[in-house]
């Protein structure tokens, strides 16, 4: 529904133009005789097209209305109607909730600009079957973190999300290009420290599966296998990974580059040290709905680098 009315919006704006734009020609052909003859007519019918360009416009002035109250009759929709979908599960919101809540974002940016908004329409894509993920579990070889294969067969196989939004689960495949998928199924190995990380780091590593594109080489990534199974960690192109955080370091005293370095290394060093502090998927992806729409939220290393 809500993808639906997302692009029927858009096609609504490019329709009201195309229409503006072939009646204006057709002004033009229609007199075209009689311009031929009386190159004066001409300013007359600059006047009808300038006049019908007040309609189009008056037309084109309605799409806020008519987004936001479609998107309202969604917002209700998914929220008085019941779905097929099962509401139980490991977590604790429900895919109406999810959906309605991704309405009502989508109520409060009816011009999609907000960061990745154009992308994801705050929309989420129809959910993975169970045969599809059965089969990409077998492939590699061990069972993917319980509440992202939830997500995956409960609220949706990409869509709406962080960054430029969840990739599907063939989207974040194709990231591995011609290299094997079976390295998700081998544990991934976290740095011990920031003095120990690699300088551009194999991407995607071993045991880690990629989840949403921020741009500029930035990535989030879900740990499928080894000693952080199931948390969230960020990769920035050129260096190694980090474990995502809702804490940013302190810059309060830095005043150079080197400072806030080292800031976000006393930070990242503290995060490595505890694994009490990280994210798993659910954690990450309520923090974006709880922070959206608003300032972009980027991984922690492109805060900080």
């Known amino acids: 529904m809500l993808a639906f009315e997302c692009n029927h919006s858009v096609r609504f704006a490019v329709v009201v133009e195309v229409l503006y734009v072939v009646d204006a020609t057709s002004l033009v052909f229609y007199h075209s005789a009689n311009l031929a003859t009386d190159p004066s007519l001409f300013g007359q019918v600059f006047e009808q097209r300038h006049d019908r360009k007040h309609l189009y416009a008056f037309i084109t002035s309605l799409l806020p209305f008519y987004t936001t109250t479609s998107f309202m009759f969604g917002y ?32 409060q940016d009816p011009y999609l600009q907000k960061f990745g908004a154009a992308t994801h329409c705050y929309t989420l894509q129809p959910c993975l079957p169970q045969r599809r993920l059965d089969e990409f579990e077998k492939a590699i070889g061990t069972m993917i973190p319980e509440d992202y294969r939830d997500f995956l067969l409960r609220f949706g196989d990409g869509g709406a999300g962080p960054g430029y939004g969840l990739l599907s689960l063939g989207n974040s495949l194709r990231e591995f290009g011609p290299d094997p998928i079976q390295s998700i199924g081998r544990p991934f190995s976290p740095p011990a420290s920031t003095s120990a990380m690699i300088e551009d780091r194999a991407y995607p590593e071993d045991g880690l599966l990629p989840l949403a594109h921020v741009g500029c080489g930035h990535m989030w990534m879900l740990v499928v296998t080894g000693s952080e199974r199931g948390t969230i960690w960020s990769y920035q192109a050129g260096r190694d990974y980090e474990p995502e955080s809702r804490e940013l370091p302190d810059y309060s005293l830095a005043t150079t580059a080197q400072q806030r370095l080292e800031a976000n290394n006393r930070l990242t060093n503290a995060l490595l040290s505890d694994p009490t502090r990280r994210l798993d998927f659910w954690d990450w992806y309520t923090d974006w709905i709880g922070r959206a729409p608003g300032p972009a939220p980027l991984p922690r290393t492109a805060v900080s680098r």
């Open 76 to 107: 209700l929709r998914t929220t008085l109607l019941p779905v097929d979908n099962q509401d139980t599960g490991p977590v604790a919101m429900s895919p109406n909730q999810v959906t309605a809540l991704l309405a009502e974002m989508r109520l």
